[in-house]
């Protein structure tokens, strides 16, 4: 037994030192994609680019999330970011932009991902149709993402919960699809 765990614990203080590597590694990787996705909100705020010509940018930036994931969902985390930090300081038609590209990543997702991945089909769905009620005023097609979202995870309270509040909402405001404009972007 005494030496089972003796090699145990010489296994774990191998691997420590590379976890350790790989964490700062990652540290370092989130800190970089914040800093650019900041460069990107003051470029815009200064009028030196576009909002056009910086989501042609950062569809060229691989990791612009931070995160390690597939090209389309760390496109589309970095927009959502960029877009809420633009809506932040009242740029709304900046904003709009991003979520708009942010949501043509997440079709794509939606499409390329199997039904038999379940989770992370509903995981795009869901954060398609938060993109699509909040901030772009297609309220109808945010419902039929969360219905199939909620379809795919029954279980998942926190799509119910998104449905249930945009249900609240559809009831007080049409949506953009119905013929009446609704004011979805402040600015």
């Known amino acids: 037994m005494n030496i089972r765990l ?18 700062a590694d990652d540290r ?3 800190d970089d994609a914040l800093a650019f996705r900041r460069e990107i909100v003051s470029s815009i705020l200064l009028d030196a680019e576009t909002a056009q010509t910086a989501v ?5 930036t691989p990791m612009a999330s931070g995160l390690r994931l597939a090209a389309d969902a760390d496109f589309a985390l970095a927009a ?15 904003a709009e932009v991003f979520f708009a590209a942010a ?16 989770k992370t089909r509903a995981f795009y769905l869901g954060k398609r149709a938060r993109i699509r ?10 419902e039929a993402d969360l219905e ?17 509040t945009l249900l609240g909402d559809r009831k007080a ?3 953009k699809s119905s013929g009446t404009e609704v004011e979805t972007l402040k600015g």
């Open 28 to 30: 370092k990787t989130v």
């Open 80 to 94: 959502i970011d960029l877009g809420q930090r633009l809506l932040s300081v009242g740029r709304s038609k900046d």
């Open 6 to 23: 003796s090699l145990l614990c010489a296994g774990a203080v191998l691997l420590l030192p590379r976890l350790a590597a790989d964490q």
């Open 173 to 175: 405001k049409p949506s």
């Open 148 to 164: 199939e979202a909620i379809r795919l995870q029954p279980d998942d309270a926190r799509l119910k919960a998104a449905r249930d």
């Open 133 to 142: 009620a909040q901030f772009l005023g297609k309220l109808a097609l945010a």
């Open 103 to 118: 949501e043509q990543a997440l079709d794509r997702l939606v499409n390329t991902t199997k039904e038999d991945d379940a």
């Open 56 to 60: 042609a940018r950062l569809t060229q």
